[in-house]
T-cell receptor, first 113, second 117 residues
Framework: AQSVTQLGSHVSVSEGALVLLRCNYS??????LFWYVQYPNQGLQLLLK??????LVKGINGFEAEFKKSETSFHLTKPSAHMSDAAEYFC???????????FGTGTRLQVFP | KAGVTQTPRYLIKTRGQQVTLSCSPI?????VSWYQQTPGQGLQFLFE???????NKGNFPGRFSGRQFSNSRSEMNVSTLELGDSALYLC????????????????FGPGTRLTVL
């Protein structure tokens, strides 16, 4: 069965610093992996998606994630944090042969001036 | 293209009542999925509908049901509400590649915040 684990429920960075949000997956088949962002009182917005076409995936708002099979990881990064990046971030994997998403527990990102 | 819309955005009900939530997918999308988000359990999959048929189901009691109409709009119903049903209910739509390998990108609506008193 597929699953994802997000390490760190809260991450705090200064504006302009590197953002690193960790996600490890478990899957016996090549996974489809996603990062979504949720701002307060809103739904989920897709940041990026891994489909095996390329291991480095670029998303919106300057975010990117690298798929590392040897480490079963799909960490999300952004070189320079902006105040507007403060939100909750969810890593997700689809259950094999379906569109059903299994989400991690989320990481709340705080950005300090 | 308009995004996924959900109505109502906020709802307050009392225990024992029933509630119906509505979701309109992105134009052209044929698959609609529902998720429940709570602080304790996080994001959990409820069910998915494609072409008016339930294609996948999560581990929720039978009080939770749904349906999809011929225009792909979907409704979710919860009967005999319990305090623990208080949550943000999110609807997501995708193109719904029938028979595909899965992993179709899902686009989420803003959610319906249900409070059960």
């Amino acid at each position: 069965a597929q699953s994802v684990t997000q390490l760190g429920s809260h991450v705090s960075v200064s504006e302009g610093a590197l953002v690193l949000l960790r996600c490890n997956y478990s899957s016996s088949v090549p996974p489809y992996l996603f990062w979504y962002v949720q701002y307060p009182n809103q739904g989920l917005q897709l940041l990026l998606k891994y489909t095996s076409a390329a291991t480095l995936v670029k998303g919106i708002n300057g975010f990117e994630a690298e798929f590392k099979k040897s480490e079963t990881s799909f960490h999300l990064t952004k070189p320079s944090a902006h105040m507007s990046d403060a939100a909750e971030y969810f890593c997700a994997v689809t259950v094999y042969n379906t569109d059903k998403l299994i989400f991690g527990t989320g990481t709340r990102l705080q950005v300090f001036p | 293209k308009a995004g996924v819309t959900q109505t109502p955005r906020y709802l307050i009900k009392t225990r024992g009542q029933q509630v119906t939530l509505s979701c309109s997918p992105i134009s052209g999308h044929r698959s609609v999925s529902w998720y429940q988000q709570t602080p304790g359990q996080g994001l959990q999959f409820l069910f998915e509908y494609f072409s008016e048929t339930q294609r996948n189901k999560g581990n929720f009691p039978g009080r939770f049901s749904g349906r999809q109409f011929s225009n792909s709009r979907s409704e979710m119903n919860v009967s005999t509400l319990e305090l623990g049903d208080s949550a943000l209910y999110l609807c997501a739509s995708s193109a719904g590649l029938a028979g595909g390998p899965g992993g179709d990108t899902q686009y989420f609506g803003p959610g319906t915040r249900l409070t059960v008193l």
